[in-house]
């Protein structure tokens, strides 16, 4: 059964403090990964698919990576702005296209 | 340029009434998935549709829910008799037929469900 796995559940970080958030995956065959941002209240934000290890994407002052076995999601110098619950999804292929995801990562950035 | 529509953002209903909920997906998107999120747990895969067509229910309880995507108009995700346990957010993403410019799946704002 395909599963994600991302850690740590909330992060806490200072304005400028850059760190990273993790999703570990099993899937039968991976046909891509995918990162949201979800805020309270409202629905999930798409803002990157990755496909094959080794593969990395930039948006402002978020990189996402992905290995064979997980991928990071790299904030560099955050703002309070940023701070949302940051979703890891994977779809698997040779199937349907449903998205299993993670449980998130609550990220709180303090001025 | 509209992105993906739920209505209604909210719904209260008492135990054993029906919910019904509806899904326009973005402009060109043909292919509709219903996801529900329970509090302090994960989004959890319930439905994939194509117009007229159901593709995938894996994720669907086998009783009392049922989903449609007509030809014409919004898909529904329709909950029977409901309980206290279907209290959730139910979302709604889209994504077009062909894949050419990824798979991602964009996803509407929800519809959260209370069962009183």
């Known amino acids: 059964e395909d599963q994600v796995t991302q850690s740590p559940e909330a992060l806490r970080l200072q304005e400028g403090e850059s760190s990273s958030l993790n999703c570990s995956y099993t899937?039968?065959?991976?046909?891509?990964l995918f990162w949201y941002r979800q805020d309270p209240g409202k629905g999930p934000e798409f803002l990157f698919t990755?496909?094959?290890a080794g593969e990395e994407k930039e948006k402002e002052r978020l990189k996402a990576t992905l290995t064979k076995k997980e991928s990071f999601l790299h904030i560099t110098a955050p703002k309070p702005e940023d701070s949302a619950t940051y979703l890891c999804a994977v779809q698997a292929t040779g199937g349907f296209q449903k998205l299993v995801f993670g449980t998130g990562t609550r990220l709180l950035v303090s001025p | 340029n509209a992105g993906v529509m739920q209505n209604p953002r909210h719904l209260v209903r008492r135990r054993g009434q029906e919910a019904r909920l509806r899904c326009s997906p973005m402009k060109g998107h043909s292919h509709v998935y219903w996801y529900r999120q329970l509090p302090e747990e994960g989004l959890k895969f319930m439905v994939y549709l194509q117009k007229e067509n159901i593709i995938d229910e894996s994720g669907m309880p086998k009783e009392r829910f049922s989903a449609e995507f007509p030809k014409e108009g919004p898909s529904i995700l329709r909950i029977q008799q409901v309980v206290r346990g279907d209290s959730a957010a139910y979302f709604c993403a889209s994504s077009p037929a062909t894949a050419q410019g990824g798979y991602e799946q964009y996803f509407g704002p929800g519809t959260r469900l209370t069962v009183t």
């Open positions: 990755l496909y094959s």
């Open positions: 899937v039968s065959g991976l046909r891509g």
